[in-house]
């Protein structure tokens, strides 16, 4: 997630061709596997917030030489066409949310009105048992198994806990 500043991501396989698009605060996208990139700022410094999940591949696998030199091309996931990084959300049936490969601006795109309507779509459904006034749904970017998960309710709203504590012995 583009935290501040604006920007550009270049992404290519080996040989391949560059594929660039751009970014602004509240921006959120993902990176496919096993591609190269770039992430450029553009008039002004930029920050990002972002994870991975080298580490636990590092730990899985315990061969480096797999990790850092497999070339293989997830061309399921990203095969270099050039609308990869337009905002165009899928409702996933049986997943509770969509699937995309960019936000522009998520501030402005998860809002209620737009949640309800998603769920319209049908695929998804949302529970409303842990608080009222409560929206929420999963996005899935690239997809990959790592997810976003976005929830929002009214001020002054309690939203119950999910899972109950053991009550601690006497």
Not at 86 to 95: D, K, N, S, T
Not at 125 to 151: C, E, G, I, N, P
Request: hydrophobic share 40%; charged share 20%.
């Amino acid at each position: 997630m583009i935290v501040d500043g604006q920007g550009a991501t270049s992404m290519w396989y080996k040989d391949g061709k560059k594929r660039t698009f751009e970014w602004q605060q509240g921006s959120v996208f993902a990176i496919p596997p096993n591609v190269f990139y770039e992430h450029y700022a553009m008039s002004t410094p930029a920050r990002m917030v972002s994870c991975t999940s080298a580490p636990l591949y590092m730990q899985l696998f315990n061969n480096n030489d797999f990790l850092f030199n497999c070339d293989y091309q997830f061309l399921d996931r990203f095969a270099e066409e050039e609308n990869y990084f337009a905002e165009a959300p899928q409702v996933l049936a049986g997943f509770n949310g969509v699937e995309t490969n960019f936000i522009a601006d998520v501030r402005q795109w998860f809002t209620r009105e737009n949640v309800y309507a998603l769920e319209e779509k049908g695929g998804f459904k949302q529970s409303r048992d842990r608080a009222q006034d409560a929206y929420s749904m999963r996005v899935r970017f690239a997809k990959t198994m790592m997810f976003l998960h976005l929830s929002g309710w009214s001020v002054g709203t309690y939203k119950k806990p999910t899972a109950t504590v053991p009550a601690s012995p006497s």
